[in-house]
């Protein structure tokens, strides 16, 4: 089972991109759906996330700006971005928490490869 990220790219200030994250096998279930970034030389911050009943929370430098959703059938979390400046460039990082199940249950955190968002004028 692993996460694949698209949707990453290089837009001008004020652009926008949607980031996509979508998972390639099964599990059990899926609890937190989450995206991270890290730019040049800073730690991985979090993003957006979003809780298995839907709550949300998103850190204050992107409140209004991206949001966050998902689509459980597929497993998939998606990141709305708008109005982006330089201050968004990263590379950006998907996380689910997931339940699964062999031969008793289990839980784990799937990170995705990393996508690109570069805001350049």
């Known amino acids: 089972v692993r996460l694949v990220e698209s949707g990453g790219g290089v837009v001008p200030p004020g652009g926008s991109l949607r980031l996509s994250c979508a998972m390639s096998?099964?599990?059990?279930?899926?609890?937190?759906m989450a995206w991270y970034r890290q730019a040049i030389g800073k730690t991985r911050e979090l993003v957006a996330e979003m809780s298995g009943s839907g709550n949300t929370n998103y850190a204050d430098s992107v409140k209004g700006r991206f949001t966050i959703s998902r689509d459980n059938p597929k497993n998939t979390v998606f990141l709305q971005m708008n109005r982006l400046n330089s201050d968004d460039t990263a590379v950006y990082y998907c996380?689910?928490?997931?339940?699964?199940?062999?031969?008793?249950?289990?839980?784990?955190?799937?990170w995705g490869q990393g996508t690109q968002v570069i805001a350049l004028s």
């Open positions: 096998g099964d599990v059990f279930s899926v609890r937190r």
């Open positions: 996380k689910q928490e997931i339940m699964y199940y062999k031969n008793s249950y289990g839980y784990d955190d799937l």
